[in-house]
DNA sequence: CGCATGCATGTGACCGGTCACATGGCTGTT
DNA sequence: AACAGCCATGTGACCGGTCACATGCATGCG
């Protein structure tokens, strides 16, 4: 009995077009394809048409897999975050997405939720490997922190936010937090403010010995330099339950008339605290928040915060991960310094009798 | 003069290993090591330690870009959407993402700006590349919807929320929103309300002849059930700026006593607008919202608001796209039902004088 | 005891691109 | 006129996996 063979793969419907069918079709071999795919000068106008036209009536599209196995990476980008939806990581994605679309590459996306070695060596592992392209850590707390201090050195990765460790060799790109705290604070302190309180986000002094954090240090800055007490520092998780807990403790204090926010989030817990404890803002307690979310304009009271530009600092890194990625030269990124938004949540303290 | 031949390649600092230089350590053929790493049965137990204890000690990972190109497709997941910010849509990339980390899948994330034909052939063509691997459209839009119809009907996708057009073979798993507007509606109505107004987010109606939103129906269904008048629809963009818009409009407008708002963000425009106009929440106006986003429970006043698994709904999709990518069986989606949330701000109407 | 059967394993081809190098035609120079 | 050199294009190998099929050995059965 005759056995007809069995074709080799399962006969997907409407297996997409190579460029070894796009040869044919044009009457040239794959090279000359592939060459005309790549851009390459040295290929004849009318070979060119005559190619991009076979390419036109097969539909063909270039496969990125192929693409990938071949170059040894992937064109495109994975983004490492210990968070997809808190404001500054969510919007520091989008200018990351934005900025993949426009140069037609891919992203993805890992999530590291701990900073336990297991979990992070699955993370390092899977942006190890070569489709996961170029890489951008969002070092913005601890955990982004951990995987980048881990990844192997050939992983072409930048930083988004300052390296806790002294620069060793990876492109980090940071806004200028440590200033806009200093400016938030400052304005506190210009209304006639004796000191300002912070309550601070789960990044800043989270883990031993780290540098502290930007907004930290720059909240710092300003009462130093003002010669103002620096209180102490309200710690605080990335849930508002804690903020709205931070915010009782402030609120049972008499002489608290300022309070700077690690995020607008916070600002709202707090916000809240205060409401429920009979202080009126900014009548009693100014409070300035850290981010301007979309929302903050819109509260009762609008509340005064700082602006980042966590869009643009997406778009730095993906344009500093190519170039790490294609081995190019480091463009200057170009970040829309934080700005001080005054709105309704800050007013002079209020006369002591 | 001899010219010593260079390297094919660049040679990249530390070569990944690949399963012949595993199978070259362990003495075996490199046909066993991929069997290995599938679990194949016909394995002597022996020759799997040996296998695996080079892999081990070589720090083998299998490069997904190799695995996808043999096999025809990546096994990870791409997900389209219009938006990544959105409270809505960053949960359920949440969900998805965490899925898919949970079986150590990849995910990639491809936003569609405008419906306009280029840019849905873009999206299109973009996840009908073999490295997309299965696709989870999220059809909460009509920019979702657009690229739903016009994907090829080999490309392994699903889609989460109703698709507009009845099914046409493609998966789609949704919330309730119907039954949650309608929850929502009926609440404002038993605290005594007359009727109750409606500011949609825009993919209600958005499209000529699409079905009306899940969101929309529900809060006619109530108000027909109930008897009550069907006040004109406010539409309203996604922007807290054009909430308030609406909500002036409303404000203006003393019989207005209730209003349901089509997502939390239009709530708090809504509400300022209100309080810009010297109106009390829910003194004089009760405001349900929807999405039970973070911040509601801490506004002043609280949200009332509808709960939505949307977290949940990224996990379903994501283990319906995997069976359409593998060919396996649908499973039967688990997702939490809309809950309302009682809280501050819905009370019974003002008393006429 | 001979042969079919089953299991563990190996060999070759292939997925769809890219790189290195070869080839052949045309032009320019001496 | 002969040869070098450039240009356009073609050929073979390779990236790192998987599939189909072949092989060799041990076992079971008549």
Redesign the pocket.
């Known amino acids: 009995m005759i056995v007809t063979?069995?074709p080799?793969?399962?006969p997907r419907t409407a297996?997409?077009?190579?460029?070894?069918?796009?040869?044919a079709a044009a009457?040239?071999?794959?090279?000359?394809?592939?060459?005309v795919?790549?851009e390459?000068?040295?290929?004849?106008p009318?070979?060119?048409t005559a190619v991009l036209a076979a390419i036109e009536s097969l539909g063909?599209?270039?496969?990125r897999?192929?693409?990938a196995?071949?170059?040894?990476r992937a064109r495109g980008i994975t983004v490492v975050t210990s968070n997809t939806v808190l404001y500054g990581y969510a919007a520091t994605l989008q200018g990351l997405e934005e900025a993949a679309r426009a140069e037609g590459m891919a992203m993805g996306i890992r999530v590291v939720e701990s900073a336990e070695p297991a979990e992070v060596k699955q993370t390092v592992d899977y942006v190890g490997d070569?489709s996961a392209g170029g890489v951008v850590v969002i070092a913005f707390d601890p955990l982004g922190i951990a995987v980048l201090e881990a990844l192997p050195e050939h992983v072409p990765a930048v930083a988004a936010a300052e390296p806790a460790a002294p620069d060793r060799g990876r492109v980090a790109i940071a806004l200028d937090e440590r200033r806009a705290a200093a400016d938030a604070t400052q304005h506190l302190l210009d209304l006639g403010h004796r000191t300002v309180h912070h309550v601070a986000i789960p990044s800043e002094g989270g883990r031993e010995g780290a540098v502290p954090g930007g907004r930290l240090a720059g909240w710092r800055d300003a009462l130093r330099a003002a010669g103002a007490p620096i209180p102490e520092l309200i710690g605080c998780g990335w849930d508002i339950r804690s903020a709205y807990a931070a915010g009782q403790r402030l609120a049972s204090s008499p002489d608290v008339t300022a309070i700077l926010c690690g995020n607008d989030d916070i600002a709202q817990g707090v916000r809240r605290a205060l409401y429920d404890a009979g202080k009126d803002v900014p009548g009693d307690v100014s409070i300035v928040g850290f981010d301007d979310i979309p929302g903050s304009a819109y509260w009762t009271p609008a509340l005064t915060t700082v602006r980042m530009d966590f869009a643009g600092l997406g778009r730095a890194c993906f344009h500093a991960a190519v170039a790490e990625l294609t081995g190019g030269p480091q463009p200057e990124p170009a970040l829309t310094p934080p700005a001080l938004v005054l709105r309704e949540s800050t007013a002079p303290p209020p006369h002591h009798p």
């Open positions: 063979p069995t080799r793969r399962a297996a997409a077009p190579s460029i070894r069918d796009v040869a009457g040239v071999s794959y090279q000359t394809v592939s060459r795919l790549n390459s000068p040295r290929v004849r009318e070979t060119r063909f599209r270039p496969s897999t192929a693409r196995l071949s170059l040894g070569a």
